[in-house]
């Protein structure tokens, strides 16, 4: 009975003050995370190694931008908050991650190929930063993602056709990046029931071809251009011929007259 009464306590206890400890996975997480973010505007102020211990109690976050669920966190949003540097790879240590949003900030350097370790993870938002480098192929690991939004960044080379595995995946947009290469048919082109995306998720990528998106412009000559050319090189040799024969009229009839002058002069009688 006493033992009894000690859990129940030691239960109580826990559900109404924050003094359980976080998971350690978690406070590992959260601690590299904030090493790695600039924070100009001290918008995370309370983000501290102290807080990090005990960030979640059951379903309380005691910590900004984080949502608790049995006492680990599954979701961080940290949107518009001016946060400058990198996203730590050790993000991949928060397992039960089930949305992490980033987007609207200056966040800079590559997408952690890490994250593949986030497999409960279903929104992904890194949207409106300065993240550079390739799209990392190993998200098609987290087979629960619903959301990948990766626009207005400066990404770089072919989107990964692995992606288009992601059978859950029902929004999709990597416009205004720096992306080249085909679209994969996996993604431009879905079959069956899965969700379509359209021309706005792939725009703005200059060298990114493929439908939906309409035919690129040819980097050749138009065809007016060629007409134009060959109508002009037409016109150039018909005035260099004109003007041969032009020269040859002129020298023709200038011998032809010397010819009528020597043939009077002999018709001539001498005095």
């Not at 290469?181 to 879905?190: E, H, Y």
């Not at 439908?211 to 016109?235: E, N, Q, R, T």
């Amino acid at each position: 009975m006493a033992g009894c009464t000690l859990i129940l306590f030691f239960l109580l206890t826990c559900a109404g003050l924050p003094l359980c400890s976080s998971d350690p996975n978690d406070e590992a997480c959260l601690t590299h995370l904030s090493q790695s973010l600039k924070d100009p505007y001290k918008n995370l102020q309370n983000w501290t190694k102290s807080t990090f211990s005990n960030a979640c109690n059951g379903f309380t976050s005691y910590l900004p931008g984080a949502t608790c669920n049995n006492g680990r966190i599954y979701k961080l949003s940290l949107t518009n908050l001016s946060l400058q540097g990198s996203i730590s790879p050790y993000l991949s240590n928060c397992t039960n991650l089930q949305s992490l949003d980033l987007s609207s900030n200056a966040l800079t350097g590559s997408i952690p190929a890490d994250l593949q370790y986030l497999v409960n993870l279903a929104v992904l938002n890194l949207s409106a930063n300065r993240l550079a480098g390739e799209i990392p192929p190993q998200l098609t690991l987290c087979a629960y993602l619903n959301v990948i939004d990766l626009h207005d960044n400066l990404l770089t080379g072919q989107i990964p056709q692995q992606l288009g595995l992601l059978v859950r995946l029902s929004a999709f947009d990597v416009s205004n990046n720096k992306l080249s290469g085909p679209i994969p048919a996996s993604l431009g082109n879905r079959s069956g029931n899965l969700p379509k995306f359209n021309a706005s998720s792939f725009e703005g990528n200059k060298d990114l071809y493929g439908y939906p998106l309409p035919p690129m412009k040819s980097k050749g000559l138009s065809v007016l251009a060629i007409v134009g050319i060959g109508l002009g090189s037409g016109f150039a040799s018909l005035v260099i011929s004109f003007t041969g024969v032009c020269i040859w009229l002129k020298v023709t009839e200038h011998k032809m007259a010397l010819d009528q002058e020597g043939k009077i002069s002999q018709l001539m009688p001498d005095y």
